[in-house]
């Protein structure tokens, strides 16, 4: 997909999907994990399992494999959460972690419908708890505030990039 590629992390609730779509709007190749990647499966040997649950949202390694090879795109951004993202960060070029304040959280939480992931009081009660604890985030990404609207925190992604890069990351 991209000749380079960027992983873009966080709790539930951090912006993941909409930055996604920002992406996409603004011309990017930009992938949702949870949408294209994403099922229910053994975090170490990637055997499907039945149900629905957290520890066990994870993504297809062969399809994140194919398309980080493909150098079509200029750059990929490969969007959502999962619990097997040490099989494979390596592959990626920098790694973004959406950071929010408690009250953002909470805020998004209570706007979430009751048949997406949060929107019932045992997930939103573990999601809570993950926000708190850290847990099941990479631990070297970079931050990024997406308290702000989702226009901003892509410019702070591509600002990243391009300083690290010492060139622009223009809109496709």
């Not at 390694?61 to 494979?88: A, M, W, Y």
């Not at 939480?109 to 099941?136: C, F, H, M, S, V």
Request: with cysteine; charged share 25%.
């Amino acid at each position: 997909m991209g000749a380079r590629n960027y992983l873009i992390e966080g709790v539930s609730c951090s912006g993941k999907t909409t930055v996604c779509d920002e992406l996409l709007r603004r011309g990017f190749q930009a992938i949702h994990g949870d949408r294209q990647l994403a099922y229910q499966g053994d975090p170490e040997t990637g055997l499907p399992l039945p149900g629905r649950s957290h520890e066990h949202h994870i993504w297809d390694i062969e399809k994140v494999h194919q398309l980080v090879c493909d150098k079509s795109q200029p750059v990929t951004f490969f969007c959502g959460g999962s619990r097997n993202f040490h099989r494979f960060i390596d592959w990626f070029d920098g790694v973004f972690i959406l950071r929010i304040d408690a009250d953002t959280l909470r805020h998004r939480l209570d706007r979430r419908p009751p048949d997406n992931w949060g929107g019932n009081p045992e997930q939103r009660a573990l999601i809570e708890y993950l926000y708190k604890t850290g847990d099941g985030l990479p631990e070297n990404g970079i931050d990024i505030d997406a308290t702000q609207p989702p226009e901003m925190v892509v410019d702070q992604i591509l600002d990243s990039i391009a300083a690290s890069e010492n060139r622009p990351v223009k809109d496709q």
